[in-house]
């Protein structure tokens, strides 16, 4: 059935967003943005390939690609939490940063064999009718993101860590009040955010394309900042959102290999259109749910 | 942004080589101009990396055939040429450094090649892959492999081996030499097997794996058990495949190392000995007049196909490689596109007892019978 088809497909290519953009959401939490997910991305995607070719071991990769997405996280909250460099100017240039180090370093693992994850059904779930076929075959990264979600939903809103992060982002001087470093914390949160990018541009290497390609990502990590801000920075809402998008994507191939006649470049379009029209529709709305030193960044 | 620095570089590079060029453009002579002959290098350009893995690592190879064939030669190489003026220079500055023979091997860069040959009566401009229109300037010509051929003979072991009678093709966009490749996949195909059908799924891109990876999986999906594609990096495809214990035939290289099991067959490029033919017909003062002095297209008609077929896989039957074997005799006074050949409409396109020529062929705009999918529509 094409409906299913194609939620399968989102849930296959929604999962690298997912990361991502989980990884967005504890960033902005904490009041900062990192326009420069896509780096962190293609800095995972080629780290995790790289390391899964050289020890042939993909769960390694996985590992290398989280290390690689968060250094490049790390540069990003240096220059913006200590130095107090420009928000959006440093993100762009970190993003310009990963594309070019991943097409220099990575020229030697184009068209080379790496072991990566293969679809693994899950037993009982695998089996139900539908909703087997669309949750429960995939790679085991992707069942990754089904405990990452909650989990962070649960780290940020019911733990001291996540009221922490939460407050960096609302009202720092609080932090300070209490003898917090808000910029400590920030540069946690953005590390840790920047280690899941690279985890789902690992994941897009290693599980999904089982191939590394310089500009594999292919707007993913920007597609995940917007997602952020539409979820109105709510972990479970990302998820759906990542979905959302992953199903986009998907329609084109499902309705190709069906023999659908169709308009090729409107389709492709679909994603970016869908995100463009569900930011204006929610318009300032969204900007309410910013956390309070976000906004700043945003409304100025 | 890399095209922008590369073109600034090449820019500065052209105006170094500017005074030399000049002086070699004119013959010393008043007399006949014998272009190529006495060349002590070779220049070729290419549009890619020589490590891509695919079309400009096939060509690049080439080149180096070419200096092994002559070792008195000096082989001089260039990637990431773009496909415009800048290609001009860089010919220009290689035959500064005294190659009277370039190679131009992306489609892209026949109008610079053309534009060199004009300044330089005394050197050999060949392009591979285009078509000059009207008559080829006496130094000058195209060529280029029947690349459909090897497809065709795949399209048989694809008939043959699928089970569910479904084959599937991922391809980037819809360009001639791709149609003619799906369509001659589907004819090779239902020349063993009437009933067969070619799903075709485009990625809009050249290399986007992850694109790739929805494309297998969607048609995996639908039943399919033989995937083909035409893309610069293939592994995307061909890993889904093999892991989903469906069968591959490759394209552009011998990829069987990551499909042990389901490699069919494929068609690969092999461009080291029409490069030194052609290198060797330019040194001998012969160029002018002879095939090469035109748009020479070589296949099974004609001898040495560039685009040669990939080993056998183990899914590969003896039957089968009879009837591949019989259909290469064929093509050698044949084509595969002999007709009648109708279009999915069912409209015949090519007459009975009508074999096209390579240019109608390279203008092919339509699938034909037997393929599922419509061409992108703009």
């Keep these: 059935m094409l409906i299913v088809d194609v939620l399968t497909g989102g849930v296959r290519g929604g999962t690298a967003i997912m990361f991502a953009a989980l990884g967005e959401t504890l960033a902005e939490r904490a009041g900062v943005v990192n326009l420069g997910t896509e780096g962190c991305m293609l800095v995972g995607a080629l780290g995790g390939y790289a390391v899964a070719a050289e020890t042939g071991n993909p769960w390694l990769g996985l590992l290398a690609g989280a290390l690689a997405g968060a250094l490049l996280g790390l540069v990003h909250a240096v220059a913006v939490v200590w130095r107090r460099a420009d928000q959006f100017a440093t993100g762009l240039t970190l993003m310009f940063l990963g594309l070019g180090l991943t097409s220099l370093f990575g020229a030697a693992y184009v068209g080379k064999a790496a072991p990566g994850f293969d679809p693994v059904p899950l037993p009982v779930l695998g089996d139900i009718p539908v909703i087997g076929e669309i949750l429960f075959r995939h790679d085991p990264v992707t069942y990754l993101t089904f405990v990452a979600a909650p989990l962070l939903w649960f780290a940020l809103n019911r733990t001291k860590a996540g009221l922490l992060v939460r407050t960096a982002g609302e009202r720092a001087d609080v932090l300070h009040v209490h003898g917090y470093s808000p910029g400590l914390i920030r540069t946690v949160a953005v590390t840790a955010g920047a280690a899941l990018a690279g985890l789902g541009g690992a994941q897009l290497s290693t599980a999904y394309a089982h191939a590394w390609f310089e500009g594999m990502t292919a707007g993913r990590g920007f597609i995940a900042v917007a997602l952020v801000i539409f979820a109105a920075w709510r972990p479970l809402w990302v998820v759906a959102g990542s979905y959302l998008f992953g199903a986009a994507l998907a329609v084109a191939p499902a309705l190709q290999a069906r023999g659908q006649s169709l308009n090729q470049f409107a389709l492709d379009a679909l994603p970016f259109v869908i995100t463009l029209v569900i930011l204006a529709v929610l318009g300032r709305r969204t900007l309410r749910a910013a956390p309070e030193e976000l906004r700043r960044v945003f409304a100025r | ?378």
């Design chain 2, 1 to 378: 942004m890399r095209k922008i620095i590369t073109g600034a570089a090449l820019a500065v590079l052209a105006t170094a080589c500017s005074a030399n060029t000049a002086g070699t453009a004119t013959p010393a002579s008043g007399g006949t101009v014998v272009p190529g002959k006495g060349s002590t290098a070779v220049g070729f350009i290419f549009v890619g990396p020589k490590d891509d893995y695919g079309y400009n690592q096939a060509a690049y190879q080439g080149s180096q055939e070419v200096a092994k064939a002559f070792p008195n030669l000096k082989v001089i190489t260039a990637e990431n040429v773009p496909e415009d003026d800048n290609a001009a220079r860089v010919m220009n500055s290689m035959i500064a450094k005294g190659a009277k023979i370039v190679f131009a091997t992306s489609y892209g860069h026949l109008d610079a090649a053309l534009k060199v040959a004009a300044e330089h009566p005394d050197v050999v401009v060949v392009q591979q892959g285009n078509l000059i229109t009207g008559s080829a300037p006496p130094n000058a010509g195209t060529f280029f492999g029947t690349v459909y051929e090897p497809v065709y003979l795949a399209g048989i072991a694809a008939g043959r081996a699928t089970k569910t009678g479904k084959l599937g093709y991922v391809y980037a966009f819809p360009i001639s030499q791709t149609i003619d490749n799906i369509d001659a996949f589907e004819l090779g195909a239902r020349s063993v097997n009437p009933s067969v059908k070619t799903y075709a799924v485009n990625t809009s891109s050249w290399c986007d794996p992850a694109k790739q990876a929805e494309a297998a999986a969607n048609l995996l999906k639908q039943g399919v058990d033989v995937i083909t594609q035409h893309q610069d990096c293939t592994a995307t495809v061909i890993k889904a495949t093999e892991a989903a214990g469906a069968m591959t035939v490759g394209y552009h290289a011998d990829a069987s190392a990551i499909a042990p099991k389901g490699w069919l067959t494929g068609s690969q490029w092999n461009w080291g000995p029409l490069y030194s033919d052609i290198v060797r017909t330019a040194l001998g003062g012969t160029f002018t007049g002879s095939k090469y002095n035109g748009n020479f297209r070589v296949g099974y008609k004609t001898g040495d196909n560039p685009f040669v077929q990939s080993p056998y896989g183990p899914l590969v039957d003896d039957k089968t490689r009879r009837l591949i074997e019989a259909a290469k005799d064929t093509l050698k006074s044949g084509s595969p596109f002999a007709g009648p050949v109708r279009d999915q409409e069912g409209k015949v396109r090519i007459p009975d007892g009508t074999t096209p020529d390579y240019e109608t062929i390279e203008k092919i705009d339509y699938f034909v019978e037997g393929v599922v999918g419509s061409l992108p529509k703009s």
